[in-house]
């Protein structure tokens, strides 16, 4: 817990112009009881299925500082309860507070593939140098935005927030209540794509992030993505004052020279606005190094130090189902071991051609195979099918042995493989139950799985179940 409160009940007061008649500070925010820490201000949101409010004496007694609720609630101190109209737009009204009372260069991130990743990418860089708040996991929503702007410290020297987006619209609001200084569009690509009649609306809606910056401030935008000059326009027509982009492209203001992989990590030599660098990024994969160019841009933007943020980039691990790589010892009788690398947070048509791209340039002995399950990617709409026959091709140029998949639409990729590449081994299960049984028989010594799928497809729980295998974990030679 910091020395310094973050928020005090002085300062609630005046946010949510009420009265509080004790006196406390509060050192954290929270809107879920189970991970309370002491001192935190603890929000009783309601839903459509549930009522924060049943959840505030847990969170008071787990160690909380105070509760902000819309009613009275029973059999806990009413000095600790902060009484407002609606607990959301209280929130709403503290992230805001927490915007409006930092100077200090905000940047924000979108993109329909790699927001997380870059926005934590930025963190590693910029905390080398300053200290820098971000918003934690995926908080890149209505509740998550207003969320991690009310945790930023009001003594932070730099803040990143990721936007993410559903439908058109949202980004467009929520931006407003970030005003960063400098915002990134990792790339545009087919996502949730049910919801939009094609990939264009998806640009302009990921362009929504142009519309409230700070002063004229300055957008980076990816070069090599086939919408650059249609999210360049969207840019300037809403008063950008600086564009960067950055990519391949020749023309990139901030461009990858080359790159080279190793087990661990990317080696990586860039062009930063005509001056050369050369660091290593912590994650394997050519959208990792995509990924640093974004961040150097950022940090280029803001004047901080791009040597220190070298060396965070180099310091990168990776998060649990974004590239998180294990070392599984599954067989103590020989010391077979083969390596888990962990994709399973969600997907799209983008992060899975990249998620298997990388599987491709992993070194794998003789004896290993190189093995892809896969599960269905959701919100394609009416193109589904279509873009999971579409991995066919990168399933071949990736040289992958084996591949297990699950779901109606990887059904369709089945067909396509065992039709287009008979050369490749396919086993399609109707469900995903069927398919860990015959992944967990198949194991060979120095196989390197690659797991990956939609939230919905549930492909993290085959994720535990390779964990499970692991007889000593002592020797894992990369534990992420």
């Known amino acids: 817990m910091s020395l310094l409160p973050l928020w005090t009940s002085q300062e609630l007061e005046a946010v949510f112009n009420v009265s509080i008649n004790a006196r406390w500070n509060s050192y ?39 509760a902000i609720v819309s009613k009275k609630v029973e059999g806990v101190d009413p000095d600790k309860l902060v009484i407002v109209s609606d607990v959301m737009e209280a929130l709403v009204a503290l992230g805001k507070a927490g ?16 927001k997380t990743g870059t926005k934590e990418a930025l963190k590693a860089a910029l905390s080398r140098y300053k200290k820098t708040h971000a918003s934690v996991l995926s908080y890149n929503n209505d509740v ?44 545009v690509e087919l996502a949730h794509s049910e919801f939009f009649e094609n990939v264009e609306e998806i640009a302009d809606a990921k362009a929504e992030i142009f ?41 990139a203001d901030v461009k990858v020279l080359r790159h080279y992989f190793h087990d661990t990590c990317s080696c ?15 994650m394997l994969g050519y959208h990792w190094v995509m990924n640093s160019m974004a961040v150097l841009a950022a940090v280029d933007a803001v004047g901080a130090d791009l040597g220190l943020s070298g060396l965070g980039l180099a310091e990168l691990t990776p998060l649990a189902g974004r590239g998180r790589r294990d070392r599984i010892y599954y067989d103590i009788a020989t010391d077979a071991s083969l390596l888990l690398i962990d994709e399973s947070y969600n997907a799209n048509p983008a992060s899975m051609k990249a998620a298997i791209k ?27 099918d279509e873009m999971h026959i579409g991995l066919a091709s990168t399933l071949y140029e990736a040289e992958v042995d084996r591949i297990f998949l699950v779901g109606s639409h990887m059904k369709k990729l089945a067909d396509q ?27 060979h010594d120095h196989d390197i799985i690659m797991v990956k799928g939609s939230n919905s497809s549930g492909m993290f729980d085959v994720v535990k179940k390779l964990k499970c295998l692991d007889i000593n974990q002592d020797k894992q030679a990369m534990n992420g």
């Not at 915007?99 to 790699?114: E, F, H, L, N, Q």
């Not at 009310?150 to 003594?155: E, G, I, K, L, V």
């Not at 002063?215 to 960067?244: C, F, M, S, W």
């Not at 004896?367 to 589904?384: F, N, S, T, Y």
């Open 28 to 66: 954290g925010v929270s809107i879920d009881s189970r991970s309370i820490e002491k001192g935190d201000l603890f929000f009783g949101l309601t839903g459509d299925n549930f009522d924060g409010h049943a959840y505030v004496k847990v969170a008071l007694d787990s160690g909380a500082a105070g």
């Open 99 to 114: 915007r409006a009372r930092v100077d200090v260069p905000i940047i924000a991130v979108t993109g329909s593939v790699g």
């Open 144 to 187: 998550g935005v207003p969320l991690s702007l009310a945790r930023m410290p009001y003594d932070v020297e730099y803040g990143i927030f990721e936007l993410g987006m559903n439908h058109s619209g949202e980004i467009r609001e929520l931006v407003k209540l970030v005003r960063p200084d400098v915002c990134i569009i990792t790339t």
């Open 211 to 251: 519309t409230t910056l700070n002063g004229k401030g300055t957008a980076i935008i990816n070069r090599d993505n086939p919408h650059y000059e249609r999210l360049k326009t969207r840019a300037i027509e809403a008063n950008v004052g600086e564009i960067i982009s950055f990519g391949s492209h020749k023309e």
């Open 268 to 282: 990586v030599i860039a062009d930063i606005s005509g001056r050369t660098m050369s660091y290593k990024v912590g």
């Open 358 to 384: 990388t599987l491709g340039e992993c070194e794998s002995s003789e004896e290993g195979r190189k093995i892809a399950v896969l599960g269905d990617m959701a919100e394609l709409g009416e193109q589904a």
């Open 417 to 443: 493989v065992n039709n287009q590449y008979p050369e490749i081994y396919v086993s399609y299960f109707n469900d995903k139950a069927a398919l860990e049984r015959a992944l967990l028989s198949d194991l």
